[in-house]
């Protein structure tokens, strides 16, 4: 008998909002507002990030009601705490609702601003309902240039504070009465939009502020000023404390050593590395060996929409095909409570709880 990978308790620190939209809920929504139905991605293989966009933003796309966002929100954390999620961190895009998209008539909300706060209160109520603390990702879109960037970190930096770190305690865990903004990220496609221009954007957002850099970097196979070097730039000039992906700095000896030494986390998604061929299989993925580097690593699912997995897979892939052992995996969880936002009190609490998941007989 192995111990139950569901009970672990555990945060989830990289995962899209619109990318975690249940696919009945896609389905159904496509249907509604009759739009041309989006390919079933989960599962296949991929070359490059053209493969599944499409059903990313169709994912977005079919968010075309206030409700529609807030139902979205709401199964988001349902299925955090069906999986065992004390704690999750949500990348979003506040402005992709405030400009006019397709053939809708006026823009979801007035500005970005309205956006985020109607996000942030709906994590609240999503919170509340299913005692999962919810923590955003102001998620910059590096395809959209450095303006729009420095224009998202001073609106971030203003509204960081639109959350507090007041949470009731609950007889398992903490349940969340305040969601906030805890960190500031980039994501989007690598490849001819390095970390650096955007240094200007992090240092606003970041420098003196309780938000955490947690920069996309490593993500896609190697093309020239990708891999190892994107992660040490994301390091180096946004100031990163997590990195999202940062699988391919195991190419680069002392670029491991300094993740290693600065305690830099890496925010690992197994499968959506495997699916979109950054590694050819299991065996040859880097993450055991970034740990016994002394590395510090959290596993999330990233788009489970798009790959099919989610966090509680992603455990049970590192505990079947890759042979990590219960110690590692509860690292693994202590980690993600270790190097989020969350308030102090749940980090305390989450890392207490899979310390005696750890102690319980299997």
């Known amino acids: 008998m192995s111990r139950d990978l569901r009970q672990l308790p555990k945060a989830h620190l990289h995962i899209h909002l619109e990318g975690a939209m249940r696919f009945a809920t896609l389905a159904e929504l496509v249907a509604r507002y009759r739009m041309t139905p989006p390919p079933d991605t989960r599962g296949q293989h991929f070359d490059n990030f053209g493969g599944f966009v499409a059903t990313y933003f169709a994912a977005c796309d079919c968010i075309q009601s206030r409700d529609d966002l807030a139902r979205l929100i709401m199964e988001v954390a349902l299925d955090a705490a069906e999986q065992g999620v004390w704690w999750i961190e949500l990348a979003f895009d506040g402005d992709r609702y405030s400009i006019m998209r397709g053939d809708q008539p006026a823009p979801l909300f007035a500005s970005p601003e309205e956006t985020w706060r109607f996000a942030l209160q709906a994590a609240q109520q999503a919170g509340r309902a299913t005692g ?24 971030t930096r203003q509204l960081s504070d639109a959350g507090d770190d007041v949470f009731a305690l609950n007889t398992r865990h903490y349940q969340g009465e305040h969601a906030a903004i805890v960190a500031f990220g980039l994501h989007g496609n690598e490849e001819g939009f390095p970390p650096e221009p955007f240094a200007q954007s992090f240092h606003l957002a970041t420098h003196e502020s309780t938000l955490i850099s947690t920069p996309h970097a490593g993500e896609i196979a190697p093309f020239p000023g990708g891999g190892a070097a994107s992660v040490e730039g994301a390091i180096t000039a946004l100031g990163a404390r997590r990195i999202a992906h940062g699988v391919l700095a195991a190419s680069d000896p002392e670029l491991v050593a300094r993740l290693a030494r600065e305690q830099v986390c890496l925010d690992v998604c197994p499968s959506s590395n495997l699916l979109l061929n950054v590694y050819p299989n299991v065996a040859e993925h880097p993450l055991p060996r970034l740990i016994e580097a002394g590395v510090p690593c959290s596993l999330a699912s990233d788009d489970p929409l798009l790959f099919g997995p989610d966090l509680v897979d992603e455990f049970e892939l590192c505990r079947h095909e890759m042979k990590l052992d219960d110690r590692c995996l509860a690292d693994l969880a202590r980690n993600s409570f270790q190097f989020s936002g969350a308030p102090l009190a749940l980090k305390r609490a989450g890392i207490e709880a899979v310390d005696e998941w750890l102690r319980a007989m299997p």
């Open 132 to 155: 999962v603390g919810i923590g955003f990702v102001s998620a910059v879109d590096r395809t959209q240039g450095t303006d729009a960037a420095l224009a998202r970190a001073q609106l």
